[in-house]
C-alpha cells in the first residue's frame, strides 16, 4: 500500500533508523581517527526534516497546545532523562549538570559536555513551540505562513550567523523543518510522485552541495533540500508492512557517553571500539525503547477530554514518532 491513511509512515521509522546509524558512524568514525567522515545525507537536518512533515498531523490530533506539548514530552522526556543518568553514572554529577546545561543553551555553552547530540533536541522543541503558536490562530497555519517563516529565518541568518557556527547550525534545521512543513501541505500529492523525478532532484541538490559555487547560506539550504528529497521519497515508495521499532532516538542519544567513556577514559581505538560501541548502543537503545518509551507513549491520550460513545467509536489518528 503506497498511501498512509492513519497517519503512520513505517518507511519514515526504517529512515530515522537509517539516520541515527548514520550519525553513530559519523561520531565513532570521529571518536577513532579525529576526522569528519564525509556521507551525503546530513542526518540531523534529514531528522528534523521528517519533523516538520510529521508534527502538524500530531498537533492536528491532538487536544489543543497542551495535549501536543504532552505528547512531545512523552515522546523526547524519558530517554533524554535515561540519557543525562547515564552521563551521571559514567562521569559523575558535574558532568551530567554540564550536559544538561549544553543542552537547554542548545550547544551555546561547551564546556563539561559529555551528549554533545542533545543541542539539537533543543532546537527542535523551539521549532515545536512555535508550530504550535502559528496554529493557535487556526487561519494563521497556511503555506504562505510557513514561506514567511522561512523568510524571516533567512534574513535573521543574513544579520547575524555568518561566521558563527552555532547559529549557522541552528539556521540548517530551521530551513529543513521548514521544508518538511510544506511538504505536510503537499503530502497526498508527494505520495504520487514518480521516484524517477525524486532521484533526479536529489542528485542534482546533491550536486549543487559538493560542486556548485555557493554562498554558505544557499549551501546550506541546499543541503536541506537533499534531505528534504530523500524524506518525500520515503513518502513515495510503497510503505512497508512490517513494524519498526523507534530505536532511532535511543540510538542518538546514548551513543555519545559511551563513546566518551570508551576511547577518553579507556582510550579505545580501532576495531575494538566499532565492536563495543555499536552492540552496546543498539542494546540500549532497544531496551530503552521496550521498558520506557514505548509505556510512556501509551498515556500519550491521558490529557485527552472526555468523549462520547459516539465519538469513541471513531479512531484516533496518531503520527508516527
Sequence with gaps: MNRSTDGRYPNLDILRLALALEVLILHTHAFDTGAVLWLPIHPVAAFVCISGLLIPHSFSTSNGWPHFAFKRLLRVGPALVLALLLVTVLFGPTAAGGTFLFYVTAGLTGSSNFDGPLWSLAVEEVLYAGHALTRAVRKLWRVET???LFIVSCALYARFAPGHQNLERYFRLFSAFFLGNVASFYRDRLQRLKPAWIVVAFATALLLVNFGELSRMMYMISDSIVCATVVVFALAMPQVTFKVHDISYG???????????????????GWLLWLMTVPSVLL????????IERRALRFKNAVRKARTPKDQERPVLESSG
Design 146 to 148: 510557513v514561506a514567511l
Design 284 to 291: 540500549l537503545a532497544t531496551l530503552s525503547w521496550f521498558l
Design 251 to 269: 540510538t542518538y542519544v546514548y551513543h555519545a557517553p559511551l563513546l566518551a567513556l570508551f576511547v577518553g577514559r579507556f582510550h579505545i581505538h
